[in-house]
């Protein structure tokens, strides 16, 4: 296994389809497996790429639109159903519990293992060698987060191994940009082409150009564009060509890929 590296599990934006389901990525950091948002369809895709969902201690939610949380309800089911003791935590804005109650009652079923949320402020170490920064994004009138996930080495110094930044759902903004600057990956909402700019920030997203300028004046390693329209299910080069002018150092998320750190 290697030390680190990001599985996609889903890049759709808002819908899902044939190519694309519904975001979630999933984080492999010495074998700590962490969730960024879980779309619907999430668990089925972690069990096709191998990753049984119990390997899951965190999820790290943006916001919540239903296309980024529809899966959780589907996978706490299927953890306790599969015996899971062991606490699982969730970084949420306000509402989780709320939705999570819900669910169980309504559909009556028994949580069997404990889920601590926690709010999406400060610094919040996850793991002895993972800490996670929330930052406020700007999306539509719903509150929205999105997150630094700082690995660290074994050694006594603690020295960063890496740091990864994923915005979720977001129109261009500047606070974002102090936040993520320096980053080695980041995963930022590409979810129109660069003729749609007008588009995009009136629905609270960004444009792959967007995201490409994002990363330059960040200063980050690589980008990932991601939370793709299915618009462009047959010309997804197009995005992908929009912010290679750019920002060079740019990939496209597909469902299945797994990029190494
Ligand atoms: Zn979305
Ligand atoms: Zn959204």
Redesign the pocket.
Known sequence: MSEAWILFLGTA??TPSKKRGL?SILLQYRGKYILLDIGEGSQRSLIKNGIGVNRIDHILISHL?G??IFGLPGIIQTMSMEGRERKLSIISPEGIEKILNAASQITSYQLEFPIEIIKPEGEISLEQYISVYPFKTCHTNIESFGYIIKAFGTGKEKKERFSLAYTG?TAPCEELIEKIKGADVLIHDSTFDSSMVEKAIAFGHSTSSIAAKVAKMAGVKSLILF?ISNRYNDKSEMILDNALKIFKNTFLAEDGMKFYI
């Open positions: 934006a808002g975001p639109h296309d980024h759902d939370h």
